[in-house]
């Protein structure tokens, strides 16, 4: 059973337009949550996290949202790039940085 | 960058041979990982360790076994590959903060025929 759900396996983007990648999750004593972002023949990147006792954090064009009682989180890229093109994964963390992934999303920016 | 190398790159095996993949880092973490990405599933954690000579079972273990003899290098075994292990293989390291933050190798591509 999958704890971490990412329900769109892609999305498509005008550049300059908003990125909303969702995810939901089953298991609430997750501490944080993360994106990952991947490009072809790379390992994963760190995007943004937050932990579970808020429920927003912003790095720059990057912002997560959580909604606990819904359990579920979302990535807004405002505005989204060309170079935002790739396999976003949302994560959850428990204990011993023991990390639980969705599936991926593949995020297409069009110029 | 965290100086983590993973060898080989790329191998291509038959079904029933003995196959090792090495992550090698630089960064002295204390934990390391190894996790493997498929279509659909995303990355799935196979074992972890958290020392030299610790190590636990991930989610998706069957088949393999780990080896950490020193802190720089995690060894992962697949004692007889089989076709549903064909995969692309992520090592990863940690300095164990629980705040979930990896850093991640290039991969290992691995074809079992």
Redo the contacts between chains.
């Keep these: 059973d999958q704890q ?1 759900k ?1 329900n769109s396996p892609s999305l498509s983007v005008q550049e300059g337009r908003i990125s909303i990648l969702n995810c939901d999750y089953t298991n609430s004593m997750f ?4 994106w990952y972002k991947k490009y072809p ?6 995007l943004i ?1 937050i932990s579970s006792i808020k429920d927003k954090n912003e790095d720059g064009r990057f912002t997560v949202f959580l909604n606990k009682s819904a359990k579920h989180l979302s990535l807004h890229i405002v505005p989204s790039q060309p170079g935002d093109s790739a396999v976003y ?1 949302c ?3 428990g ?10 999303t593949i995020l297409r920016v069009k110029s | 960058d965290a100086g983590i190398t993973q060898s080989p790159r790329h191998k291509v095996t038959e079904t029933g041979t003995p196959v090792t993949l090495r992550c090698h880092q630089t960064e002295n973490h204390r934990y390391m990982y190894w996790y493997r990405q498929d279509p659909g599933h995303g990355l799935r954690l196979i074992h972890y360790s958290y020392g030299v000579k610790d190590t636990d079972k991930g989610e998706v273990s069957d088949g393999y076994s780990v080896s950490r003899s020193k802190t720089e290098d995690f060894l992962l075994t697949l004692e007889s590959a089989t076709s549903s292990q064909t995969s692309v293989y992520f090592c990863a390291i940690s300095e164990g903060q629980n705040t979930g933050e990896l850093f991640f190798g290039e991969g290992s591509r691995l074809t079992v025929l």
């Design positions: 971490v990412q501490d944080y949550f993360l023949a790379e390992g994963p990147t760190f996290s994964f994560a959850a963390s204990y011993g940085n023991k990390l639980v992934f969705g599936a991926g």
